[in-house]
T-cell receptor
Framework: NAGVTQTPKFRVLKTGQSMTLLCAQD?????MYWYRQDPGMGLRLIHY???????AKGEVPDGYNVSRLKKQNFLLGLESAAPSQTSVYFC????????????????FGPGTRLTVL | GEDVEQSLFLSVREGDSSVINCTYT??????LYWYKQEPGAGLQLLTY?????DMKQDQRLTVLLNKKDKHLSLRIADTQTGDSAIYFC??????????????FGSGTRLSIRP
């Protein structure tokens, strides 16, 4: 099992350019998440998905869009990148905790470091 | 609102115990977690504690939960250079049939002195 993988690992964009970050998981998890990590601010949830075909907004969704067309993939899009979106982006996945003993542990990818000039 | 707070830095001598503290605000937490992030990597779950427990021990790790004061701590005994990392406290909010929300603290960077 590869777990959670993210592509690309690094990217530099100019203001106004667009890009898509890809997250893939092979653990058959229902839930997937996109976070951004900024110095001194911990992790902030951008968007999440509770299943194929569904997405929901997190704490900081503005400027981002997501899609979950397949259960194993969760895409994060930046339509018009801004310097404020310079960050490290982490994808995570987890089992649902519906009635079972699962601790809802989230499994994280290695991150994508994005710089917007 | 929901918030998790922890100090940003901790420096410990090799071989000593490290204690990382965290406070949280939501009393409906079901699980509380400690995640570890090594340089250039994603977060990995280190340990967790269910909210009806007050202590959990796992080898060199001891987690203490004071639910009354909403205080969580992680003690690492005999701290080694490999323990250098950022440690995130997190709480899980929401019932068993919901997409549990996890709130992360800002992370404590643990550095080890020789």
């Amino acid at each position: 099992n590869a777990g959670v993988t993210q592509t690309p690992k690094f990217r530099v964009l100019k203001t106004g350019q667009s890009m898509t970050l890809l997250c893939a998981q092979d653990m058959n998890h229902e839930y997937m998440y996109w976070y951004r990590q900024d110095p001194g601010m911990g992790l902030r949830l951008i968007h999440y998905s509770v299943g194929e075909g569904t997405t929901a907004k997190g704490e900081v969704p503005d400027g981002y869009n997501v899609s979950r067309l397949k259960k194993q993939n969760f895409l994060l899009g930046l339509e018009s990148a801004a310097p404020s979106q310079t960050s490290v982006y982490f994808c995570a996945s987890s089992f649902p905790r519906s009635g079972g003993p699962s601790t809802n542990e989230q499994f994280f990818g290695p991150g994508t470091r994005l710089t917007v000039l | 609102g929901e918030d998790v707070e922890q100090s940003l830095f901790l420096s410990v001598r090799e071989g000593d115990s490290s204690v990382i503290n965290c406070t949280y605000t939501d009393s409906s937490s079901t699980y509380l977690y400690w995640y570890k992030q090594e340089p250039g990597a994603g977060l990995q779950l280190l340990t967790y504690i269910f909210s009806n427990m007050d202590m959990k021990q796992d080898q060199r790790l001891t987690v203490l939960l004071n639910k009354k004061d909403k205080h969580l701590s992680l003690r690492i005994a005999d701290t080694q250079t490999g323990d250098s990392a950022i440690y995130f406290c997190a709480e899980s909010i929401g019932g068993y049939s919901s997409a549990s929300k996890i709130i992360f603290g800002s992370g404590t960077r643990l550095s080890i002195r020789p």
